[in-house]
């Protein structure tokens, strides 16, 4: 299985901070890389597709880069609504495989 | 609008069985790959089990191969999740989540819905 080592495990930030988070897969995935948004309480909610595809309704603050075995979910400029566990997920092989999350607080 | 809607979760002693379903509207079901995914209390988010459109094709994550079964009913527009064999380890929430494809799979998971809790204790 592919390993997707995400950092940091938790994040706290300010109203208005840029925040980035990262993410590493244990092989080459070329673009296959999601991120998605978890608020507590309720189900994941996918925000990029192809590492840097925003999804319809999402945001422009939010935003992914990356490709091969190195990507990057950045928001722009934190919102108290942001507050949330992100993932990363790979799609190159199966069984598709999560980061273990990057739980983000306002500071 | 696209919906996704679990039942069937519950408490389930070590080795008993449980169903799970997940009611799909807003779109044509029939055409789409489908998963379930779990999330155990606190932790992450972990791939169980995809179908295909027509439920020829099957595949499971190893920790769940033999003791679950994917299955749909497309003239319901429900998914299934039966799952015997039950252990403590099971005890999740379980999501199911829409594949983007119809014919190549994806295995990217778009929406979600609400989950069910399933909890095996003793």
């Known amino acids: 299985d592919i390993q997707m080592t995400q950092s940091p495990s938790s994040l706290s930030a300010s109203v208005g901070d840029r925040v980035t988070i990262t993410c590493q897969a244990s092989q080459d995935i070329s673009n296959y890389l999601n991120w998605y948004q978890q608020k507590p309480g309720k189900a994941p909610k996918l925000l990029i597709y192809d590492a840097s595809n925003l999804e319809t309704g999402v945001p422009s603050r939010f935003s992914g880069s990356g490709s091969g075995t190195d990507f990057t979910f950045t928001i722009s400029s934190l919102q108290p609504e942001d507050i949330a566990t992100y993932y990363c997920?790979?799609?190159?092989?199966?069984?598709?495989?999560f980061g273990q999350g990057t739980k983000l607080e306002i500071k | 609008e696209v919906q996704l809607v679990e039942s069937g979760g519950g408490l389930v002693q070590p080795g008993g069985s449980l169903r799970l379903s997940c009611a799909a509207s807003?779109?044509?079901?029939?055409?789409?790959?489908m998963h379930w995914v779990r999330q155990a209390p606190g932790k992450g988010l972990v791939w169980v089990s995809r179908?295909?459109?027509?439920?020829?094709?099957?595949s499971y994550a190893d920790s769940v191969k033999g003791r679950f079964t994917i299955s749909r009913d497309n003239a319901k527009n429900t998914l299934y999740l039966q799952m015997n064999s039950l252990r403590a380890e099971d005890t999740a929430v379980y999501y199911c989540a829409r594949d983007p494809a119809t014919v190549t799979p994806l295995n990217w998971f778009d929406p979600w819905g609400q989950g069910t809790l399933v909890t095996v204790s003793s």
């Open positions: 179908i295909n459109s027509d439920g020829s094709s099957t």
């Open positions: 807003g779109f044509t079901f029939s055409s789409y790959w």
């Open positions: 997920q790979q799609y190159d092989n199966l069984p598709p495989t």
